[in-house]
């Protein structure tokens, strides 16, 4: 599974099957928040959330590869896999919102006590597979 380190449109791209024109799973990070209600897009602006990577870490030590130590940030570097982000991105070319969210790497809301992170976590990555879809590589042409 591919994930997009921008605020760009797609969020997640993961293969869906192992086929020569595999099919693709996408989510939309503006998508996501456009279908929020108002208030629970208030409610999510301002909060961040820890992101983790240990697979990564395991699959690298496993094979004896060491991370590099400069990964775009400054605050990004050592070896682990850790970082704070907003859960709502704004892109400042376009000011649209997105939902910073994902499953696999997503593990906490810093403001938020564990059960409540937990709660609203659920619901977030419910709601970011609900308004995902499902296309297919058909030569040129992307189809649903």
Excluded at 14 to 36: H, M, N, Q, V
Excluded at 60 to 84: C, F, M, T, W, Y
Aim: net charge positive; charged share 20%; aromatic share 10%.
């Amino acid at each position: 599974m591919g994930v997009s380190t921008s605020i760009g449109c797609t969020q997640s791209v993961r293969r869906l099957s192992d086929s020569s024109t595999p099919d693709r799973f996408l989510s939309s990070a503006y998508e996501a928040y456009d279908r929020l209600s108002p208030y629970y897009q208030k409610f999510l602006e301002g909060l961040t959330a820890t992101h983790s990577a240990p697979f990564f870490v395991d699959q690298a030590k496993k094979n004896g590869v060491p991370l590099r130590e400069h990964r775009g940030s400054p605050d990004n570097k050592g070896q682990e896999l850790i970082s704070s982000h907003p859960v709502v991105r704004t892109n400042p070319v376009t000011g649209w919102k997105g939902l910073f969210v994902n499953r696999g790497f997503t593990k906490k809301i810093n403001e938020l006590n564990q059960d409540e992170s937990d709660d609203v976590l659920g619901f977030l990555f419910a709601h970011v597979a609900a308004v995902s879809g499902r296309y297919g590589w058909r030569g040129r042409i992307v189809g649903s």
